[in-house]
């Protein structure tokens, strides 16, 4: 596949100097800072305004990591290498709250499409909820993911088999995922309050002033670095299994995602690779254009179907960790079977949409 459709740089124009990377990282260190203030300050307040400026810190970290890590050799290189993964270290433990409660959502949510029945995941099922679940599961679609079974009868058994089981597993995966919520949320608020943190916080405000650059970048360009970035993204596309991608059903690669080994599927980590690949290439062309093009549209739009891959892939693994809880009923374990396929399923559909999306990408921009 070329690469010319997300070159970064406008080969015509003139360099683009290190000063530009100087004032986006500047900048990037002040949304930091002024997102640690609106967080200590809405922290006692508010979850709303608490969660808004986690996520303005966590982007602003990322940014920041990101461009370290691309533009490596334009700055100084001990700095840079104690500051990356410190800066990983903050993105990631406050992005754990808002995971687990996003991967709960996701997994109730398709219970309930699944199973057609409310999936009340506060209170154990009774009688009256199975009763009630039966009675509505006539209107709603097939449990199986692959739709309708072979006889009417069959179909129906396996449907009045997860809507029994629909409430009991929504009600596990609640109070799992809440008890890692909890953890991640607890863990957090040791991370902001630690001295590692405060010692993060202290170089990022330097950083808002002075950015040190490595000797003789004041006059590099730009342009190679962020072409490099650009490369190895595309590097890694073409590594991806496209073709198989390209079905909307891929048969081969389900089988492979309901194996019952808790190991993370190894198909699922090239695009999570490819992912993170391409976030390091748009925000490389944030700093060479100093704000988001016309063209990062088309890689948000790359960029998101990779993020449902990524939830749907976690999601999954979250359904197939309850299914090993011990002592649970059958209809329970059922319904996090069926829970876990229907997620391996969103995985493929979101690689289709990468192709698909990708090479829309390619044959627009060409």
Known sequence: MATQHLDPTDHTAGPVP??????????????????LRLHRETGAGGPEGSVDAARALRRSARRISGSLHTFQA??????????????????????????YASRLERLLQALHRLSGAPVFPARPAGAADVAMAGGSAADGRSAAPGGAGPAASTATAERGNLTVGAAKAGALLERQLTLARTRAHSTALQALGSSRFHAVADKVAVLASEVPLADGAAGADLRPLAAA????????????PLVTAGHPYNAEALVHGLSPDPVPHPQDAPWHQV???LRLHRYAREVVHGAPDPADVRLLAAGEALDRHR???EAAAAAAQAARTPRIAPATAYALGVLHADQRHEVEAARYAFRHCWQKEAVGTS
């Open 18 to 35: 290190a000063d530009a990377l100087a004032g986006y990282l500047r900048a990037q260190a002040t949304e930091f800072l002024r997102a």
């Open 74 to 99: 334009l700055l100084d290189a001990d700095w840079a290498e104690d500051m990356r993964p410190e800066l990983a270290w903050v993105s990631g433990t406050l992005a754990l709250e808002h995971a």
């Open 311 to 313: 939830d749907a892939s």
């Open 275 to 277: 992912r993170l690949l």
């Open 229 to 240: 970035a650009e490369e190895r993204l595309t590097d890694a596309i073409a590594a991806l």
